[in-house]
């Protein structure tokens, strides 16, 4: 499935409805600093995850109207359009209010689906999908990191010390759930491998113990 537009329209700096083609190849985006590049890429998280990480915890994230451009009178949205091999899928994520966006999907002919099938293409893209009431539905961490590797990620992995990059790259390649599972799989192993070997320590004190037992009564046996 290919990405092939992108709009969006009163999110952030883009007041009216403006919609980036993407070509089958490559697409770049160029202009000077502050004249929305950045800004895409941010609607383009905003509709997978239903948040823009880069701004969470700093000031700007906790505006309450961080998202819509200051001249809008509607609510802020964003939307993909793919290509698939037998049709094409439109995800549309609009806020409805400060606190609750939704999340629909659509077909080539821009009939939006029902909640049924709507969750069936979502989960076709990423089976670990969920949905809440309300930022509807997201995508998960892993498939957002996999498929949106934006700077501040990037930045953080080129000047990370080189003993935590392992750690740092794990999520941009969508493996730290499998690389957390393997570190706990690990710790486990090592639990039930010390309480095996206690458990042999303990058998073998038994066992020394009872042969001490068996050699006490057999001699008693023969002294009578």
Same mark, same amino acid.
């Given at each position: 499935?290919?990405?092939?537009?992108?709009?969006?329209?009163?999110?952030?700096?883009?007041?009216?409805?403006?919609?980036?083609?993407?070509?089958?190849?490559? =697409?770049? /985006?160029?202009?000077?600093? %502050?004249?929305? &590049?950045?800004?895409?890429? @941010?609607?383009?998280?905003?509709? $997978? *995850?239903?948040?823009?990480?880069?701004?969470?915890?700093?000031?700007?994230?906790?505006?309450?109207?961080?998202?819509?451009?200051?001249?809008?009178?509607?609510?802020?949205?964003?939307?993909?359009?793919?290509?698939?091999?037998?049709?094409?899928?439109?995800?549309?994520?609009?806020?409805?209010?400060?606190?609750? =966006?939704? /999340?629909?999907?659509?077909? %080539?002919?821009? &009939?939006?689906?029902?909640? @049924?099938?709507?969750?069936?293409? $979502? *989960?076709?893209?990423?089976?670990?999908?969920?949905?809440?009431?309300?930022?509807?539905?997201?995508?998960?961490?892993?498939?957002?990191?996999?498929?949106?590797?934006?700077?501040?990620?990037?930045?953080?992995?080129?000047?990370?010390?080189?003993?935590?990059?392992?750690?740092?790259?794990?999520?941009?390649?969508?493996?730290?759930?499998?690389?957390?599972?393997?570190?706990?799989?690990?710790?486990?192993?090592?639990?039930?491998?010390?309480?095996?070997?206690?458990?042999?320590?303990?058998?073998?004190?038994?066992?020394?113990?009872?042969?001490?037992?068996?050699?006490?009564?057999?001699?008693?046996?023969?002294?009578?």
């Amino acid at each position: 499935m290919k990405l092939t537009e992108i709009t969006v329209n009163r999110f952030r700096g883009y007041l009216d409805k403006t919609t980036i083609p993407i070509g089958p190849h490559l =697409t770049v /985006l160029f202009g000077p600093n %502050g004249y929305g &590049k950045s800004t895409i890429i @941010d609607g383009v998280e905003w509709l $997978l *995850s239903s948040k823009i990480s880069r701004y969470v915890g700093y000031e700007e994230g906790r505006r309450e109207d961080y998202l819509k451009h200051v001249d809008a009178q509607g609510e802020p949205l964003v939307e993909l359009k793919f290509n698939g091999t037998d049709r094409q899928i439109l995800l549309r994520r609009e806020r409805i209010s400060t606190e609750k =966006t939704k /999340l629909s999907v659509g077909d %080539g002919d821009n &009939k939006w689906l029902d909640s @049924d099938l709507a969750r069936s293409v $979502l *989960s076709n893209l990423d089976s670990n999908v969920s949905f809440d009431q309300l930022k509807s539905y997201t995508f998960s961490e892993p498939f957002v990191s996999v498929h949106l590797l934006g700077q501040e990620t990037l930045r953080g992995f080129v000047e990370s010390d080189p003993r935590d990059r392992l750690d740092r790259l794990a999520p941009i390649i969508g493996v730290h759930k499998f690389t957390e599972l393997t570190e706990s799989l690990i710790g486990t192993s090592r639990l039930l491998s010390a309480r095996s070997d206690e458990s042999g320590r303990q058998l073998s004190a038994n066992k020394k113990e009872l042969d001490a037992l068996e050699h006490k009564k057999a001699s008693e046996q023969e002294t009578y």
